[in-house]
């Protein structure tokens, strides 16, 4: 299984990226790269912890599901939704 993001690109506007911009994405996003977790225990983490920051103010609730799943989707300073989940084996499996 693949885990992890292999990267985004993405333009903000002229004179957004201060210094202080540039910490706050830093500070956040380095640690939270990764949207497809190893386990549902990661994802709860990672959950706990996007909502103890009371600088997020744009999430989805976590949604728990059958054999582990989990997934919430967050935005936080950049104008994109990152989505954040677990997927148990035969996840989607026809």
Known sequence: ??????????????????D???????NFWGEHRGVLLPTPEAVEIAWTAI??????TDREEIVRGPGG????????????RVEVQHLP???GAA
Request: aromatic share 10%.
């Open 1 to 18: 299984m693949s885990v992890g993001l292999s990267h985004v690109a993405m333009s903000v506007p002229v004179g957004t990226l201060t």
């Open 69 to 80: 799943y989990r997934q919430f989707s967050v935005r936080y300073l950049l104008p994109m």
């Open 51 to 56: 909502v103890a920051d009371r600088r997020v």
């Open 89 to 91: 084996a035969g996840f």
């Open 20 to 26: 202080a911009f540039r910490t706050d994405l830093l």
